[in-house]
């Protein structure tokens, strides 16, 4: 199975910030790398997909990028909606796996 | 506007039997694969399986904690997709998602649904 590890687990920032989580894969993923926000509550949402599109009616705020098996999404700055969980997704081979999440809350 | 809607879930004891529904509308629902993803209170998301679409043999794959147990399938006809659940287990408690796969975007998981929870319990 593809393990995906994410950090930081958690982060505390300030409304404005920039703000960069990391995914990385244990193998070789092409670009099937998702990310979803999820809100206490709520169902997760898709952000990202395919390692760096934004998903139609996401803000721009959101971005995506991939090196090799390492993958990165930024919020350039954050707003109050933002402050959620984070995790990333693999869809390159079954058992499609997540990772461990990480939470940003407010500073 | 595609909406997804889970029921079916509730309080069951260990050892018995529960199916999920996950209600379809605002897409070709026979075109998408479906996926079934559940967390645990507390915890992190989990994949549990999805079938295929009918064009693709509506086959299943599932998560190696459920396989043996869970039993996706569909009905096109009616635009839901089922997990049945057996032989519940305490650590399946958990809420459970349904999800629509966008074999346009690199199979993810672009719409889901609320939930809907089930706890295995005495």
């Known amino acids: 199975d593809i393990q995906l590890t994410q950090s930081p687990s958690s982060l505390s920032a300030s409304v404005g910030d920039r703000v960069t989580i990391t995914c990385r894969a244990s193998?070789?993923?092409?670009?099937?790398l998702n990310w979803y926000q999820q809100k206490p509550g709520k169902a997760p949402k898709l952000l990202i997909y395919?390692?760096?599109i934004l998903q139609r009616g996401v803000p721009s705020r959101f971005s995506g990028s991939a090196s090799g098996t390492d993958f990165t999404v930024t919020v350039s700055g954050l707003q109050p909606e933002d402050f959620a969980t984070y995790y990333c997704?693999?869809?390159?081979?079954?058992?499609?796996?997540f990772g461990p999440g990480t939470t940003v809350d407010i500073k | 506007e595609v909406q997804l809607v889970e029921s079916g879930g509730g309080l069951v004891q260990p050892g018995r039997s529960l199916r999920l529904s996950c209600s379809a509308s605002?897409?070709?629902?026979?075109?998408?694969?479906m996926g079934w993803f559940r967390q645990a209170p507390g915890k992190g998301l989990e994949w549990v399986g999805f079938?295929?679409?009918?064009?693709?043999?509506?086959?299943?794959e599932y998560a190696a904690s459920v396989q043996g147990r869970f039993n996706i399938s569909r009905d096109d006809s009616k635009a839901i997709a089922y997990l049945q659940m057996n032989n519940l287990k305490t650590e399946d408690t958990a809420m459970y998602f349904c999800?629509?796969?966008?074999?346009?975007?690199?199979?993810?998981?672009?719409?889901w649904g609320p939930g809907s929870l089930v706890t295995v319990s005495s």
């Open positions: 605002g897409f070709t629902f026979e075109d998408y694969p």
């Open positions: 193998q070789s993923i092409s670009r099937y």
């Open positions: 999800s629509r796969e966008d074999y346009n975007n690199d199979y993810s998981f672009d719409y």
């Open positions: 395919s390692g760096s």
């Open positions: 079938i295929r679409s009918r064009v693709y043999g509506g086959t299943t």
């Open positions: 997704q693999q869809s390159y081979s079954v058992p499609f796996t």
